[in-house]
Protein backbone atom coordinates (compact mmCIF):
# COMPACT_ATOMS: atom_id res chain seq x y z
CA UNK A 1 0.00 0.00 0.00
CA UNK A 2 1.13 3.60 -0.99
CA UNK A 3 0.87 6.95 0.90
CA UNK A 4 1.49 10.32 -0.23
CA UNK A 5 3.57 12.47 2.40
CA UNK A 6 1.98 15.19 2.01
CA UNK A 7 4.20 17.31 4.14
CA UNK A 8 6.80 17.40 1.54
CA UNK A 9 4.19 18.93 -0.91
CA UNK A 10 3.32 22.51 -2.08
CA UNK A 11 -0.38 23.58 -3.03
CA UNK A 12 -1.70 26.50 -4.70
CA UNK A 13 -5.25 26.66 -4.17
CA UNK A 14 -7.27 29.27 -6.55
CA UNK A 15 -11.04 29.54 -6.11
CA UNK A 16 -12.80 33.13 -5.47
CA UNK A 17 -14.88 31.54 -2.54
CA UNK A 18 -13.64 31.94 0.83
CA UNK A 19 -16.02 29.16 2.42
CA UNK A 20 -14.34 26.25 -0.64
CA UNK A 21 -10.74 27.62 -0.28
CA UNK A 22 -11.34 27.19 4.09
CA UNK A 23 -12.92 23.77 2.80
CA UNK A 24 -9.87 22.95 0.95
CA UNK A 25 -7.74 23.89 3.40
CA UNK A 26 -8.78 21.71 5.85
CA UNK A 27 -8.65 19.03 3.76
CA UNK A 28 -5.13 19.29 2.51
CA UNK A 29 -4.12 20.50 5.90
CA UNK A 30 -5.87 17.13 7.38
CA UNK A 31 -3.94 15.19 4.72
CA UNK A 32 -1.12 16.36 5.94
CA UNK A 33 -0.18 19.05 3.87
CA UNK A 34 1.83 22.02 5.58
CA UNK A 35 2.52 24.79 2.64
CA UNK A 36 -0.73 25.29 1.21
CA UNK A 37 -0.75 28.80 -0.93
CA UNK A 38 -4.23 30.44 -1.47
CA UNK A 39 -5.50 33.00 -3.86
CA UNK A 40 -8.70 33.97 -4.69
CA UNK A 41 -8.70 35.26 -8.70
CA UNK A 42 -6.57 33.56 -11.64
CA UNK A 43 -4.43 36.77 -11.83
CA UNK A 44 -3.00 36.69 -8.46
CA UNK A 45 -2.96 33.16 -8.85
CA UNK A 46 -0.88 33.33 -11.56
CA UNK A 47 1.65 35.37 -9.70
CA UNK A 48 1.45 32.72 -7.15
CA UNK A 49 2.06 30.07 -9.41
CA UNK A 50 5.52 31.95 -10.64
CA UNK A 51 6.43 33.03 -7.01
CA UNK A 52 5.92 29.69 -4.57
CA UNK A 53 6.16 27.04 -7.51
CA UNK A 54 3.75 25.20 -6.22
CA UNK A 55 3.83 21.18 -7.21
CA UNK A 56 0.31 21.03 -7.14
CA UNK A 57 -2.41 23.33 -8.81
CA UNK A 58 -6.36 23.34 -7.43
CA UNK A 59 -8.59 25.80 -8.86
CA UNK A 60 -11.97 26.58 -9.69
CA UNK A 61 -13.23 27.23 -13.17
CA UNK A 62 -15.29 30.05 -12.70
CA UNK A 63 -13.82 33.16 -11.43
CA UNK A 64 -14.06 36.94 -12.19
CA UNK A 65 -12.10 38.43 -14.41
CA UNK A 66 -9.48 35.94 -14.85
CA UNK A 67 -10.98 32.23 -14.29
CA UNK A 68 -9.07 28.62 -14.09
CA UNK A 69 -9.56 27.98 -17.25
CA UNK A 70 -7.88 30.88 -18.28
CA UNK A 71 -5.52 30.13 -15.44
CA UNK A 72 -4.68 26.66 -16.82
CA UNK A 73 -3.48 28.25 -20.18
CA UNK A 74 -1.41 30.14 -18.87
CA UNK A 75 0.50 28.02 -16.93
CA UNK A 76 0.91 25.92 -19.69
CA UNK A 77 2.49 27.90 -21.60
CA UNK A 78 5.81 26.01 -22.59
CA UNK A 79 7.40 29.21 -22.93
CA UNK A 80 6.44 30.68 -19.88
CA UNK A 81 8.42 31.55 -16.64
CA UNK A 82 6.94 29.23 -14.60
CA UNK A 83 6.57 25.33 -14.46
CA UNK A 84 4.86 24.38 -17.39
CA UNK A 85 4.34 21.09 -16.17
CA UNK A 86 2.45 21.32 -12.55
CA UNK A 87 -0.14 18.80 -12.50
CA UNK A 88 -3.64 21.07 -12.40
CA UNK A 89 -6.82 19.38 -10.68
CA UNK A 90 -9.55 21.82 -11.29
CA UNK A 91 -12.59 21.64 -9.08
CA UNK A 92 -15.57 23.02 -10.14
CA UNK A 93 -19.70 23.13 -10.01
CA UNK A 94 -20.01 22.52 -13.63
CA UNK A 95 -20.83 19.28 -13.96
CA UNK A 96 -21.76 18.96 -17.86
CA UNK A 97 -19.75 16.82 -19.78
CA UNK A 98 -18.56 18.88 -22.25
CA UNK A 99 -17.30 21.16 -19.56
CA UNK A 100 -14.56 18.18 -18.79
CA UNK A 101 -13.68 18.47 -22.84
CA UNK A 102 -12.88 21.63 -22.61
CA UNK A 103 -11.29 21.82 -19.45
CA UNK A 104 -9.02 18.99 -20.81
CA UNK A 105 -7.92 20.70 -24.12
CA UNK A 106 -7.08 24.06 -21.56
CA UNK A 107 -4.37 21.56 -20.53
CA UNK A 108 -6.05 20.42 -17.10
CA UNK A 109 -4.85 17.23 -15.71
CA UNK A 110 -7.73 15.89 -13.65
CA UNK A 111 -11.32 17.45 -13.23
CA UNK A 112 -13.72 17.14 -10.15
CA UNK A 113 -16.69 18.12 -10.10
CA UNK A 114 -18.60 19.41 -7.13
CA UNK A 115 -19.22 18.32 -4.38
CA UNK A 116 -16.38 18.12 -3.25
CA UNK A 117 -15.11 14.59 -0.89
CA UNK A 118 -12.03 14.25 0.99
CA UNK A 119 -11.78 10.72 -0.77
CA UNK A 120 -12.54 12.46 -4.39
CA UNK A 121 -9.73 14.69 -3.89
CA UNK A 122 -7.10 12.37 -2.54
CA UNK A 123 -7.42 10.17 -5.46
CA UNK A 124 -7.07 13.02 -7.71
CA UNK A 125 -4.16 14.06 -5.95
CA UNK A 126 -2.66 10.52 -5.95
CA UNK A 127 -3.11 9.87 -9.59
CA UNK A 128 -1.10 13.16 -10.36
CA UNK A 129 1.99 11.72 -7.80
CA UNK A 130 1.56 8.18 -8.77
CA UNK A 131 0.64 8.37 -12.84
CA UNK A 132 2.14 11.44 -14.22
CA UNK A 133 1.01 11.38 -17.97
CA UNK A 134 3.66 12.77 -20.13
CA UNK A 135 3.12 16.00 -22.03
CA UNK A 136 2.20 16.15 -25.72
CA UNK A 137 3.16 19.19 -27.56
CA UNK A 138 1.21 20.05 -31.17
CA UNK A 139 0.64 23.58 -32.82
CA UNK A 140 -2.61 23.86 -31.05
CA UNK A 141 -2.14 21.86 -27.58
CA UNK A 142 0.50 21.46 -24.90
CA UNK A 143 -0.55 19.35 -21.95
CA UNK A 144 -0.77 16.22 -20.39
CA UNK A 145 -1.32 13.58 -22.87
CA UNK A 146 -5.11 13.68 -23.29
CA UNK A 147 -5.85 9.93 -24.01
CA UNK A 148 -6.83 7.42 -21.01
CA UNK A 149 -7.74 4.92 -22.81
CA UNK A 150 -5.55 3.50 -25.86
CA UNK A 151 -7.60 3.13 -29.28
CA UNK A 152 -5.45 1.90 -32.54
CA UNK A 153 -9.07 2.03 -34.44
CA UNK A 154 -9.28 5.56 -34.42
CA UNK A 155 -8.82 6.93 -37.79
CA UNK A 156 -11.03 10.39 -37.11
CA UNK A 157 -8.84 13.95 -38.25
CA UNK A 158 -7.21 14.02 -34.58
CA UNK A 159 -5.30 10.64 -34.61
CA UNK A 160 -1.49 11.55 -34.53
CA UNK A 161 0.76 10.27 -36.65
CA UNK A 162 3.58 9.01 -34.83
CA UNK A 163 4.70 5.11 -36.58
CA UNK A 164 5.32 2.95 -33.73
CA UNK A 165 5.07 4.86 -30.98
CA UNK A 166 1.74 6.03 -31.69
CA UNK A 167 0.40 4.67 -28.55
CA UNK A 168 2.51 4.79 -25.23
CA UNK A 169 1.52 2.57 -22.74
CA UNK A 170 2.82 4.02 -19.40
CA UNK A 171 3.05 1.46 -16.24
CA UNK A 172 2.21 3.87 -13.08
CA UNK A 173 4.59 4.24 -10.02
CA UNK A 174 2.51 1.82 -8.01
CA UNK A 175 2.31 -0.77 -11.22
CA UNK A 176 6.57 -0.66 -11.45
CA UNK A 177 6.65 -0.92 -7.72
CA UNK A 178 4.16 -3.98 -7.49
CA UNK A 179 6.21 -5.56 -10.06
CA UNK A 180 9.97 -4.87 -8.65
CA UNK A 181 8.72 -7.05 -5.16
CA UNK B 1 10.87 20.08 -6.60
CA UNK B 2 12.27 22.67 -9.29
CA UNK B 3 11.67 21.13 -13.17
CA UNK B 4 15.25 20.08 -14.54
CA UNK B 5 15.11 21.16 -17.86
CA UNK B 6 17.84 18.93 -19.02
CA UNK B 7 15.83 15.79 -17.78
CA UNK B 8 13.05 15.96 -20.75
CA UNK B 9 12.87 13.41 -23.03
CA UNK B 10 11.60 14.88 -26.04
CA UNK B 11 10.69 12.18 -28.82
CA UNK B 12 9.36 14.30 -32.00
CA UNK B 13 7.00 13.10 -34.82
CA UNK B 14 5.60 14.41 -37.58
CA UNK B 15 2.35 16.59 -35.98
CA UNK B 16 3.44 16.07 -32.35
CA UNK B 17 5.90 16.19 -29.55
CA UNK B 18 6.01 13.69 -27.13
CA UNK B 19 7.66 15.21 -23.91
CA UNK B 20 7.84 13.01 -20.47
CA UNK B 21 10.27 14.36 -17.66
CA UNK B 22 10.98 12.39 -14.56
CA UNK B 23 8.49 12.62 -12.14
CA UNK B 24 9.69 14.77 -9.22
CA UNK B 25 6.71 13.94 -7.22
CA UNK B 26 7.93 10.43 -7.21
CA UNK B 27 9.50 11.50 -3.90
CA UNK B 28 6.47 12.08 -1.52
CA UNK B 29 4.96 8.43 -2.24
CA UNK B 30 5.98 6.10 0.06
CA UNK B 31 5.42 2.24 1.26
CA UNK B 32 3.56 1.44 3.97
CA UNK B 33 2.48 -1.75 5.93
CA UNK B 34 -1.04 -3.22 5.16
CA UNK B 35 -2.10 -3.17 8.67
CA UNK B 36 -1.12 0.53 8.77
CA UNK B 37 -4.35 2.14 9.96
CA UNK B 38 -3.44 5.54 9.34
CA UNK B 39 -6.21 6.60 7.14
CA UNK B 40 -5.61 10.26 6.25
CA UNK B 41 -8.90 10.67 4.07
CA UNK B 42 -11.18 9.83 7.15
CA UNK B 43 -8.87 12.10 9.16
CA UNK B 44 -9.84 14.73 6.47
CA UNK B 45 -13.51 13.70 6.50
CA UNK B 46 -14.00 13.79 10.47
CA UNK B 47 -11.79 18.29 9.73
CA UNK B 48 -14.56 18.44 7.59
CA UNK B 49 -17.35 17.54 9.86
CA UNK B 50 -15.79 19.55 12.67
CA UNK B 51 -16.52 22.21 9.74
CA UNK B 52 -20.27 21.66 10.02
CA UNK B 53 -21.09 23.74 12.79
CA UNK B 54 -20.27 26.86 10.17
CA UNK B 55 -22.28 25.57 7.34
CA UNK B 56 -25.64 27.19 8.49
CA UNK B 57 -24.01 30.51 8.22
CA UNK B 58 -22.27 30.31 5.20
CA UNK B 59 -25.02 29.04 3.59
CA UNK B 60 -27.07 31.89 4.57
CA UNK B 61 -24.20 34.26 2.91
CA UNK B 62 -24.65 32.69 -0.03
CA UNK B 63 -28.41 32.52 -0.01
CA UNK B 64 -27.89 36.81 0.75
CA UNK B 65 -25.72 37.22 -1.97
CA UNK B 66 -28.02 36.13 -4.27
CA UNK B 67 -30.65 37.78 -3.39
CA UNK B 68 -28.28 40.84 -3.88
CA UNK B 69 -27.80 39.57 -7.45
CA UNK B 70 -31.04 39.35 -7.98
CA UNK B 71 -32.17 42.69 -6.42
CA UNK B 72 -29.21 43.99 -8.46
CA UNK B 73 -31.21 42.66 -11.98
CA UNK B 74 -34.80 44.32 -10.13
CA UNK B 75 -32.38 47.75 -10.56
CA UNK B 76 -30.50 47.72 -13.64
CA UNK B 77 -31.14 44.94 -15.69
CA UNK B 78 -29.59 42.30 -17.61
CA UNK B 79 -26.28 43.86 -17.90
CA UNK B 80 -23.06 41.63 -18.41
CA UNK B 81 -21.82 42.55 -15.00
CA UNK B 82 -25.34 42.06 -12.88
CA UNK B 83 -25.94 38.90 -15.38
CA UNK B 84 -22.55 37.21 -14.34
CA UNK B 85 -23.23 37.96 -10.85
CA UNK B 86 -26.57 36.10 -10.44
CA UNK B 87 -24.63 33.18 -12.47
CA UNK B 88 -21.66 33.02 -10.09
CA UNK B 89 -23.80 33.29 -7.01
CA UNK B 90 -26.02 30.50 -8.16
CA UNK B 91 -23.33 28.26 -9.38
CA UNK B 92 -21.60 28.65 -6.07
CA UNK B 93 -24.88 27.75 -3.95
CA UNK B 94 -24.73 24.75 -7.01
CA UNK B 95 -21.58 23.38 -6.20
CA UNK B 96 -21.66 24.17 -2.44
CA UNK B 97 -24.71 23.34 -1.57
CA UNK B 98 -24.68 19.51 -1.03
CA UNK B 99 -21.39 19.88 0.62
CA UNK B 100 -23.48 22.56 3.43
CA UNK B 101 -26.42 19.96 4.00
CA UNK B 102 -28.72 21.91 1.73
CA UNK B 103 -29.33 19.44 -1.45
CA UNK B 104 -32.66 20.90 -2.45
CA UNK B 105 -31.11 24.38 -2.61
CA UNK B 106 -28.82 23.03 -5.12
CA UNK B 107 -30.93 21.72 -7.14
CA UNK B 108 -32.85 24.62 -7.89
CA UNK B 109 -29.42 26.28 -8.39
CA UNK B 110 -28.52 24.19 -10.92
CA UNK B 111 -31.55 24.83 -12.42
CA UNK B 112 -30.75 28.99 -12.04
CA UNK B 113 -27.34 28.32 -13.84
CA UNK B 114 -28.91 26.51 -16.54
CA UNK B 115 -31.23 29.57 -17.43
CA UNK B 116 -28.71 31.94 -17.23
CA UNK B 117 -26.74 29.59 -19.30
CA UNK B 118 -28.86 28.73 -22.14
CA UNK B 119 -31.87 31.24 -22.77
CA UNK B 120 -31.27 32.94 -25.53
CA UNK B 121 -32.63 36.34 -24.42
CA UNK B 122 -32.36 36.67 -20.87
CA UNK B 123 -34.62 39.76 -21.14
CA UNK B 124 -37.13 37.60 -22.48
CA UNK B 125 -37.61 35.01 -19.75
CA UNK B 126 -40.36 35.66 -17.61
CA UNK B 127 -38.79 37.81 -14.37
CA UNK B 128 -41.21 35.28 -11.66
CA UNK B 129 -39.17 32.35 -13.23
CA UNK B 130 -35.61 33.55 -12.30
CA UNK B 131 -37.58 34.82 -8.87
CA UNK B 132 -39.46 31.83 -7.73
CA UNK B 133 -35.64 30.24 -8.14
CA UNK B 134 -34.44 32.70 -5.96
CA UNK B 135 -37.08 32.88 -3.60
CA UNK B 136 -37.11 28.90 -3.10
CA UNK B 137 -33.15 28.82 -2.34
CA UNK B 138 -33.97 31.58 0.34
CA UNK B 139 -36.91 29.63 1.81
CA UNK B 140 -35.09 26.08 1.72
CA UNK B 141 -32.22 27.56 3.55
CA UNK B 142 -34.26 29.73 6.17
CA UNK B 143 -36.68 26.66 6.92
CA UNK B 144 -34.33 23.76 7.04
CA UNK B 145 -34.86 23.24 10.30
CA UNK B 146 -37.95 22.74 10.23
CA UNK B 147 -39.19 18.54 10.17
CA UNK B 148 -41.48 18.77 7.27
CA UNK B 149 -39.00 20.73 5.14
CA UNK B 150 -37.07 17.97 3.56
CA UNK B 151 -39.69 16.30 1.32
CA UNK B 152 -41.21 19.77 0.46
CA UNK B 153 -37.79 21.02 -0.37
CA UNK B 154 -37.37 18.38 -2.65
CA UNK B 155 -40.81 18.57 -4.15
CA UNK B 156 -40.20 22.32 -4.52
CA UNK B 157 -36.74 21.64 -6.53
CA UNK B 158 -38.10 19.06 -8.94
CA UNK B 159 -41.58 21.39 -10.06
CA UNK B 160 -39.13 24.70 -10.42
CA UNK B 161 -36.62 22.11 -12.33
CA UNK B 162 -39.52 21.35 -14.60
CA UNK B 163 -40.73 24.27 -15.22
CA UNK B 164 -37.32 25.97 -16.06
CA UNK B 165 -36.59 22.97 -18.41
CA UNK B 166 -39.89 22.94 -20.44
CA UNK B 167 -38.92 26.88 -21.28
CA UNK B 168 -35.35 26.23 -21.91
CA UNK B 169 -36.90 23.56 -24.60
CA UNK B 170 -39.21 25.77 -25.81
CA UNK B 171 -36.80 29.19 -25.72
CA UNK B 172 -34.13 26.59 -27.65
CA UNK B 173 -36.09 24.70 -29.52
CA UNK B 174 -34.05 26.09 -32.91
CA UNK B 175 -30.64 26.03 -31.14
CA UNK B 176 -29.99 22.21 -30.89
CA UNK B 177 -26.34 22.64 -29.50
CA UNK B 178 -28.12 24.26 -26.21
CA UNK B 179 -30.77 21.32 -26.50
CA UNK B 180 -27.95 18.97 -26.72
CA UNK B 181 -26.48 20.29 -23.19
CA UNK B 182 -29.20 21.28 -21.38
CA UNK B 183 -29.99 17.70 -21.72
CA UNK B 184 -27.23 15.93 -21.15
CA UNK B 185 -26.54 14.14 -17.82
CA UNK B 186 -24.59 15.42 -14.99
CA UNK B 187 -20.87 13.82 -14.26
CA UNK B 188 -21.90 14.54 -10.66
CA UNK B 189 -22.20 10.65 -9.68
CA UNK B 190 -25.26 9.94 -7.96
CA UNK B 191 -27.31 12.40 -10.35
Known sequence: MFRIDFNKLRFLVCDDNPHMRRILRTLLHSFGAREVYESEDGANALEMYTHYVPDIVITDWSMPIFDGLELAQMIRQPESKGNPYAPI???T??????RVTVARDAGVTEFLAKPISAKGLYQRIMNVVANPRPFIKTKTYFGPDRRRNSNNTYIGPERRVGGEVEVMQQPSLL??????? | MARDKRALQIETFVDHQLITQPNPLRKVLRRVAEADLEDPVARAEMALAGLSGEFKDWMSAEADRLAAAHAAILAHGFTNATSAELFRAAHDIKGDAITFGY????????????????APDLEQV???LIAHHVNAIQAIVAER???????????LSRRLRGVADDYLAHANRDRPEHLEAIFAPSIVPGE
Do not use: F, W, Y
Open chain 1, 175 to 181: EKARSSI
Open chain 1, 93 to 98: GHSEKR
Open chain 2, 145 to 155: TKLDTISTAGE
Open chain 1, 89 to 91: IML
Open chain 2, 126 to 128: PSP
Open chain 2, 103 to 118: PSAGVVAESLCRIIEH
